[in-house]
């Protein structure tokens, strides 16, 4: 019984329908007051920057935006460009050569030490000044004429609209990076640098001086979240294996000089820039900016530092927070006799197939099918029963299956299928079963459009298998089939209501029944296959249009309009070449006068009909209902 | 349409039939036959392993083992007991303690290196053996007679069994620690240890010792990963928030000297002991342990790093390469006139409700309600149409909601109930939507078990609010309701089958109809609610009473079996006191000679109202399908 209401959480006067919005609203006001840290001010042109702006963004994977504040103003990206320009030479380059130039250390020193390896004169890791001049040059000496032009494109993808650079702040670095222009010199001097390091240095005053917004901020971490796709624009500056790398130094590199205090206390991977911006990302969900320009001792804004740990404590955003999911790749499992296909069959078709049901098995697979994915899918296929000999596995819910987890599933296939279980895919979709290696699953195995169409194909798999023709072939055994229904009747009514009625064929395509017609006919199918569709509309309004059922030889449709004296609520279409005796509903009046005993006798076994499929139709529902 | 077979990918001979044990065969035989790195040999008992032991143990979430090579031979844990010592420090002490006394730096030194911090004397973290001596001081001065007691029941509950001290180990390192007796009292000498440093020296001893096996570290490391639950046991040793913590610690100090090079690389927590054994945790998902005594050059085992490597690299286990999940959350939502509630009603109470089933609306969601998820909630419910009065929210596929989401989840619901928007819970079952705080959502939002219940409460709500009685106090218009059913037969074929037709009345709780009885009677409902019932057997085995429909006033049951002269195929039981009209067999018999006309609309009649059912039922099955 329910039990209704009590206690309401204590809430803020003015309400917002969507509770992350109200938590953002929250965040901003716990902090905006805060009056810590000072502007950076070693150029003028930072030093003009409002201490009391700020703003708060949140960017979803789904493409979702939440703001608060300061959110649309333009400022210099600073730093928070240092991880994009390391993954733009992962990127063009080759990880060995960034490698062999960039350490990927934390170098627990300011962000503005030089902190070159003492041998190798190597920048410990490239969220330094040091790091992310020597990956510039790296970048000026592939293209020396196309750097920018590439860098600024680059930039584009991943906010999602064009950016441009603050002349006036890039000038200023330009004419006052006495400190990184010394970096570049020492560079030069360790070979890090191969050439006049002059050119690597504009370019990194101009990456410096890109103009962002707090927003354009939490596009890009989203990109970096969404393992280097933009949710907004579906384009993909960045790959997975790029993106994997970045964060982790943006973990241990990103923010504070202490690296194991920031992974410890807070546990999402961010990096800061003097300007005031912070870009954090929780990988695969969130991309996170803040923008306030007083800066801790360390270089961080201390607003953006304050959100940042409240997310990760209030919300339980930490990178090593992962909730346990166990099974959940498994939507369901269930035996082949809890679920028929929509092929409506004759009574003896259904009898031979009932022993043969449960030797299917149906198993619909949700979510990534990450490497704990896959091991959940191998997990429920070592619990199949031994008799198992079918298996559908549906894939209609499967949201990403990486190309590392299309090998192993397609290991796990194949494993199965030497065990002579035979594999039919239904809804697998756009999903890159296909790898970029020498096989392809969905070339190999059989994949169905419908979970109904996977269905009806095992069934008549198990049919054939027993050693009988299957149903479409079983045109001999059409006549007994037919019979079986009106078999129901005693003899003398069948023979008469057979007098009655007229054979009519039909060619695949014909429309048996068109939908707003008077229902002045009802048909037994002899042969063929006949199906009635209809439209469906989904959440999102596209209508899609799918069988309700089909009728196989045995079988009785069209009754229901027939009977009521209404118009057909749906066209039935003949599938392929076949037959159907026609009673016409004139003959049907007649008969009701001259022999109303027949007619009871049709009408009983119409209602047993319907009965069944409605028992059938409803336990299914019940059953689907309760998983 | 199918397109089938083709190329499969190379296998090897010998076939697993689950292709993570594949996996872990691969591994094994691509490293046994590896012969780098050197046992250790600084005490003569740890110089006996036998460098060709080799053995790799993967326990996951849902507690299944998967197991290759020398997995159940014991080893001391060595130094893989030390995240698990600060964690018992956090655990029985505190983390303002824990903080006072050890740092939580990557020390950039070697693992047996002195790295106390210069002023303060803090070890630079508790995985290197400073750190571990200085959590073990502050465990033995809590409780000087029962820290060892507390430690090994402690790693009893993390490994699933009880485990004891190889003895010869503990004495031989006590024999020989005098770098660590060093390290003791060079502790002892800056204050972090404020007593004869022995008793801690000698826990320290004591928990290196500790006897495992490779199995007993992965299953220690899926307690891990498991936010401290036990997943073989249930057991919850240690707290979420705990094992947060001690996972960046072992992110960032487990492994290396260089801690950014571990993360960058591999991205995968891990310890490793000089005993040969390595613990990796996949959060959320996994624990990994591999057992090989030869070490590289900075004390961890090399089949382990490379086994580590080739599982990051191969199938993406990188905590950095998490796949985005779109949505995920939202399994379905739809409007109220896709789904009605299995009580069959009267034609007028579905005219009644056919206006108003858009303002329900039905949203299923599923997996971790996190921060994430809880966003997607929110946003569904930004989409619901204006009108929408009614939300019911299907949790039966929620698998955790922690809590700092109960408490969004419930803001979220207030916001919403603001807006004069009633909200329905189904299938909430165990998930701890109580908290710790003043409010708890189930008692105050109505909660159903079933979801076809609560559909069926938020119709009664619409007809109630509608302005008309709801179904179950419509007594007075029970008359009509039933008169409305045989409305479709002609007038003088209605009154003559009321008046062959008895009153019957019935007491909640009365078998109406029993199952395997003949089916001599047909009933229709004047007033009350008759409940049918079936077992529905799930994939486990177990067997749950679920209702497959409800008949209220104005409808009728029993036909089935009626007509076909068949038993009853289930119960039928009176929910409350009620009436029915009973036709029974006999005068059916007597009508059918008499009047065969009266029949003939009876069963027109029934073959039309069955007929509409069907096309009902099989329409939201098809829905629900091609969900």
Redesign the interface.
């Known amino acids: 019984m ?8 204590p ?1 803020p006067p003015e ?6 919005q ?2 953002l609203d929250d965040l901003h006001d716990r902090y905006a007051g805060v009056n810590e840290g000072r502007v950076a001010d070693y150029i003028p042109e930072l030093a003009k920057a409002c201490p009391d702006d700020f703003g708060i963004v ?1 960017a ?5 935006l939440y703001q608060k504040g300061i959110t649309d103003k333009p400022f210099t990206i600073q730093s928070v460009s240092k991880p994009f320009i390391y993954a733009l030479g992962l990127k063009t380059l080759s990880a060995d050569l960034m490698a062999s130039k960039i ?4 170098s ?1 020193d300011a962000f503005n030490a030089i902190s070159l390896d003492e041998q190798t004169g190597k920048p410990r ?1 490239p969220m330094i000044n040091a790091g992310a001049i020597a990956a510039s040059a790296q970048l000026c000496l592939a293209d020396p004429d196309g750097a920018e032009r590439t860098m600024l494109d680059y930039f584009t993808d991943l906010a999602g609209h064009p950016l441009g650079i603050d002349e006036a702040v890039y000038l200023s670095e330009k004419h006052t990076g006495h400190r990184n222009r010394a970096i570049g010199h020492l560079l030069r001097n360790f070979g890090i640098i191969d050439s006049d390091p002059e050119p690597a240095l504009d370019l990194y005053f101009r990456q410096c001086a890109i103009a962002v917004t707090c927003r354009d901020l939490a596009v890009m971490g989203a990109t970096l ?3 280097g ?1 933009n ?1 907004f624009t579906g384009a993909q500056p960045l790959t ?1 294996e790029i ?3 970045v ?3 943006m ?3 990103g923010m504070y000089d ?4 920031w ?2 206390d807070v ?1 999402i ?1 961010a990096k800061s820039g003097v300007a005031g911006g912070v870009m954090a990302v ?5 991309g996170i900016a803040t923008y306030s320009p007083p800066l801790d001792v360390y270089g961080n804004s201390v607003r953006g530092v304050a959100v940042c740990r409240d997310l990760s404590r ?15 790749t498994i ?5 082949g006799s809890q679920r028929t296909s ?1 092929r409506w069959r004759s009574r003896r078709e259904q009898e031979r197939l009932a022993p043969l049901r449960d030797l299917i098995r149906i198993i619909h697979v ?3 099918l ?3 994915g ?3 899918l ?2 429920e ?2 619990k199949l029963p031994a008799d198992v000999r079918v298996v559908i596995l549906d894939l209609a ?1 499967v ?2 299956c ?1 190309v ?2 299309s ?6 296939l ?3 299928e ?2 002579e279980v035979e594999i ?1 895919l239904s809804r697998a979709g756009q999903l890159p079963l296909a790898t970029d ?4 699953i ?7 459009e ?3 169409s996977a269905l009806e ?1 095992a069934e008549n798999m198990l049919l054939e298998r027993q050693g009988e023709a299957g149903p479409e072939e079983d045109a001999a055994a059409g006549e007994q089939a037919t019979r079986s229904f009106l078999d129901q009747l005693a003899p003398a009514h069948r023979r008469l209501l057979l007098d009655l009625m007229t054979l009519r064929s039909f060619c695949p395509g014909d429309v048996v029944i068109q939908q707003g017609s008077q229902g002045d006919e009802l048909f037994l199918v002899r042969t063929g296959s006949y199906n009635i569709a ?1 439209d ?1 509309t ?2 999102d309004g596209l209508s ?1 249009t ?4 089909t009728f196989g030889p045995g079988t009785c449709f069209g ?2 309009s027939f ?2 004296g209404t118009t057909r ?1 749906a066209d039935i279409v003949a599938l392929e070449a076949g037959e159907c005796w026609v009673l016409h509903r004139r003959a049907f009046d007649t008969l ?1 006068q001259s022999d ?2 027949v ?2 006798d049709l ?2 076994a ?3 009909d ?6 059938q ?10 998983y």
Not at 258 to 261: L, P, V
Not at 314 to 328: I, K, R
Not at 617 to 626: F, G, K, P, V
Request: net charge neutral; glycine share 6%; proline share 6%.
């Open positions: 329910p039990v209704t209401l009590a206690l309401r959480p809430m309400r917002h329908l969507n509770v992350i109200e938590l949140i979803t994977a789904s493409g979702r350490d990927v250390e934390p627990g890791n979240a969404c393992q796709r949710p997975p993106c994997v790398r964060l982790a130094l973990g241990t590199c202490f690296a194991g205090q992974l410890y546990g991977p929780i990988p695969g969900r969130l209030e919300v339980g955003l930490s990178l090593f927070n992962q909730y346990a999911q166990p099974d959940a939507r369901r499992s269930y035996r929509r949700q979510g990534v990450d490497f704990a896959i091991e959940q191998a997990a296929f070592m819910h949201t990403e990486p590392e987890s090998y192993l599933l397609d290991r796990q194949c494993a199965l030497d065990r039919l290696r020498d096989w392809d969905s070339r190999r195995v059989s994949a169905y419908h979970l109904d194909a209809i469906l989904s959440s899609q799918t069988r309700l059922a009754e229901i009977i009521a609520s009701r109303p005993e007619v009871i009408l009983q119409l209602t047993c319907l009965g069944q499929k409605l028992a139709t409803s336990i299914q529902l019940t059953q689907m209902e309760h």
